[in-house]
């Protein structure tokens, strides 16, 4: 699949927005993929072509230069970046990554992913995303906090409680964001709105550390619910166990479900049995990886993609999932925990196979949720107890899937399809209804 060129509009004053691909590719960059599931839906949607212009390229994108002295006396020059997509809905919102995978075109398709997610899980942001090439495993903690204050100076003009508003994403957390908040603290005065996911004694929100995997829980009962499976005493495979994958995990065991395997990124382990996440924790804190675990096999993270179980939820990194392994997955719900983890060739196999796919922009929305709850917060200092925070998230993650099931189904599309449909047509009337275009 993918053997074709892309083809393009003319119109060489929006390079970005206007490249369109014919077929599903394996190749295309982060950006090319979530450009091509937003053309399919514009298409389907009747979007103008300038409408179309504007919600398919970048408002702002910012790269900056991130010098930083390390421990034993070297600088080292790091590149941060900064991309605001869209904002007709609310302040742009998006998270900072921490990885040695980071680019411009990696940054760009995660914002705007975040437009489209907020749109559809109904909080009012646009969508943005930052991001900072290194290693957050090679640094010490004096590093990455001088790295952190840096990176905050630099797109600090940009950001703002009713402006940009960023939080913790893959290598970064709380005590990332508690920095973040300090830093723009020193210019601006104390101000804990402009970071969410920060620690709780800085204003963070009860549950936010596990909202995102609490969230996915709460998605994949009602997607299994609604493919006629049982949750409870479903077979579970989760790749990653980072803090998605881990909170996805225990709360998934919890409500009863077997999870059969997990991996982070030295590679994973399997029981068909299912393990004790808790166990599995306290053996990765001691040995620097879940293989090795007692009472589990050792397996790699391809292999654990095609392990058999009913529910297989990628929680790790994009493009996991292509052509070349679709075929081979044995699992009929698939969860998107992982930003882009299915590229656009293998997502096509996947529906051809019968697969029920829940999107990324509809299964890891639980973050942003209870970020948004947190922002509401801080701007009314006050407090919500943790029951609470549970009860919303609930309450909006049913509702948007809930939303994105009876749309699939009254449109004879796919949950993805579904998902963009809603969230491109929000967005599009607000742009409109402003006056964007």
């Known amino acids: 699949m993918g ?6 509009k003319d119109d060489p004053q929006n390079p970005l927005g206007t490249v369109r691909r014919v077929e599903a590719s394996d190749e295309m960059t982060p950006f090319e993929a979530a450009t091509y599931f937003f053309h399919r839906s514009a298409d389907r949607l009747n979007v103008r072509d300038e409408v179309r212009a504007v919600l398919s390229t970048s408002y702002r994108e910012l790269a900056v230069q991130i010098p930083v002295k390390y421990e034993d006396g070297s600088i080292h020059v790091h590149r941060g970046y900064r991309v605001q997509h869209n904002g007709a809905r609310g302040p742009y919102k998006g998270g900072i990554r921490y990885a040695d995978t980071v680019d411009m075109d990696e940054v760009r398709a995660l914002a705007a992913l975040m437009t489209w997610k907020n749109a559809l899980i109904d909080v009012p942001y646009g969508g943005a995303k930052g991001g900072v090439h290194c290693d957050p495993t090679a640094m010490s903690h004096p590093e990455k906090e001088r790295l952190t204050r840096r990176f905050t100076a630099m797109i600090s003009y940009i950001i703002g409680v009713n402006r940009d508003i960023p939080a913790p994403d893959m290598g970064t957390d709380a005590q990332t964001m508690a920095w973040m908040m300090d830093e723009y603290g020193r210019k601006m005065g104390y101000t804990p709105g402009i970071v ?15 909202a995102t995997g609490r969230g996915v829980v709460l998605c994949t009962q009602e997607a299994a619910k609604r493919a006629g499976m049982s949750f409870r005493g479903a077979a579970i495979a989760i790749q990653g166990f980072g803090n998605v994958g881990y909170w996805t995990a225990a709360l998934a065991q919890e409500a009863g479900a ?5 991996s982070d990124v030295r590679g994973g382990i399997y029981n068909a049995n299912g ?6 924790l306290k ?4 040995a620097g990886s879940v293989q090795g675990y007692h009472d589990a096999e050792d397996v790699s993270n391809q292999e654990l993609l095609e392990v058999r179980c009913d529910i297989l ?10 052509s070349e392994n679709a075929g081979h997955i044995k699992a ?6 992982a930003n882009g983890p299915t590229t656009p060739a293998a997502d096509e196999i996947l529906t051809d196979r019968g697969v029920t796919v829940v999107p990324d922009i509809l299964a890891n929305t639980g973050g942003v949720t209870v970020s948004y709850f947190e922002w509401v917060q801080n701007i009314q200092q006050f407090r919500w107890e943790l029951d609470q925070v549970n009860r919303e998230l609930e309450k909006r993650m049913s509702r948007a899937t809930t939303q994105v099931f009876e749309r699939a189904t009254a449109n004879n599309t796919t949950l993805r399809d579904a998902a963009f449909d809603i969230g491109v047509d929000r967005v599009r009337s607000a742009a409109e209804v402003r006056g964007y275009v």
């Not at 969410?196 to 596990?210: A, F, H, I, N, Q």
């Not at 053996?283 to 001691?286: E, L, M, T």
Request: net charge negative; proline share 8%; no cysteine.
């Open 313 to 322: 939820i990628p929680a790790a990194i994009h493009g996991v999932i292509h």
């Open 283 to 286: 053996h990765s804190g001691d």
């Open 332 to 337: 009929k719900l698939m969860v998107e925990a």
């Open 196 to 210: 969410t996911g920060k620690p709780v004694e800085l204003g963070g929100s009860p549950g936010r550390e596990e």
């Open 275 to 280: 393990l004790d996440i808790d166990t599995v």
């Open 3 to 8: 053997g074709e060129e892309p083809q393009t």
């Open 258 to 262: 077997k999870v059969v395997a997990v």
